[in-house]
C-alpha cells in the first residue's frame, strides 16, 4: 500500500494558501478601471496614436499613388507601342512636304500633302469620290468572294483525298506560276470590257494564295489528333469541323493576308481597262489632264484599304486563333 510523502508537492498541507482578503476586489477601484477602459475603447479617436494615424494614411496615399503610377506607365507603353509603327509614314510625309514645299521638285509634278488633301476633301463634299470607292469595293469584294471561296474548297479537297490532289493539283501549279496579269489581253477578248473581265481577274489572283496555303494547313495537321479523334468518335464533318480546320486556320490566314495584297494589286491594274467608274478610273482620267493630286489621292486610297483589309483579317485571326500560343504574344 502505497503512503503519500508529507512533502510531497500534491500535499495540501504543503501549498500556500493565499489569505481570504486578497481575493476581494474593491467595488470602487472596479468600476474606476471599468471606466478607464471605456474611456480607451478603440472606437475612439484618442485610442490612436496622431504619429501612427498620419504614418497609416501616408502608406495608403503612397500606395494609391504607386499603383495610378503603375497604370499610367502601362497605358504609356501601349501608347509608345501603337505608334511605333507609324514613325515611317509620318517621316515620309515630312519628306514629302519638305521636298515639294522647297521647290527641289515641280509642283505640278509632286504638290505637297496639304493640297492632295485639299482635293480628298473636295471629292469627298460633292459625293464623287464616295460613288467611286463603291465601285471599287464592290468590284473586290465579289471577285475576293469568288476567288477566295474556289481557293478554299480546291485546297481542301486536295488535303483531304489523295485521288484529288493527283488529279487537280499539277493544272493548278502550272495555272499558278503564270502571271495573271499577264492574260489582261485575253480576258479583253474574251469577256469584252465590263464588269466580269475585271472580277475575273481578281477571282485568279485571289484563288491561287488561299489554295497553296489551305492545303498546306490541311497536311499539316497532326495526323495523331486526327486518330484520337477518330476513337473518341468523331467522324467526317465533325471531325473536320472540331479538329482539322481549326488545325489548318493558321495556315489558312496566312493566305488570307497574302490574297488580300494581290486583291488590291489587281484590281489597280483591271481598272484601268477601259472603265467608267472606280478608284482606278480617277487616277487613269487625272493623267490625261495632268491632276497629280487625284493620282497620288488614288495611290493612297489603295494603301489604305490594304491596310484597312489586313488589320481586319489580324482581327479576325486573333479571334479564331485565341487558342494558339502565338496569337497571345
Known sequence: MRTTDAASPINPANRDVEPLGTNIVDTDSARSVGSTRHEQSPHT?????????GTADTKRVSHLDGADQRRGGRWGSKLASASVPWLLPLLFLALWQWAASSAIVSA????????????LWELTLNGILAYHIGVSLQRALIGFLIGGGIGFLFGVLSGRYLAFYRLFDTSI?????????ALVPLVIIWLGIDEGAKIFLVSLGVMF??????????????????????????????????????????????GLRYALGVMWLTLIVAETIATDAGVGYLALNAREFMQTDIIILSIMLYAAFGKAADVIAKLLERKLLRWNAEQRT
Open 45 to 53: 479617436d484618442r485610442s490612436i496614436s496622431p504619429d501612427v494615424r
Open 108 to 119: 505640278q509634278l509632286l504638290p505637297t500633302p496639304m493640297e492632295v488633301l485639299s482635293t
Open 173 to 181: 501549279q502550272m495555272l499558278r506560276n503564270i502571271p495573271h496579269l
Open 209 to 254: 494564295p488561299i489554295y497553296v496555303n489551305t492545303y498546306h494547313g490541311i497536311r499539316s495537321v497532326d495526323p495523331g489528333v486526327v486518330e484520337m479523334a477518330k476513337v473518341y468518335g468523331l467522324r467526317s464533318g465533325s471531325l473536320f469541323r472540331h479538329i482539322i480546320l481549326p488545325g489548318a486556320l493558321p495556315s489558312i490566314f496566312v
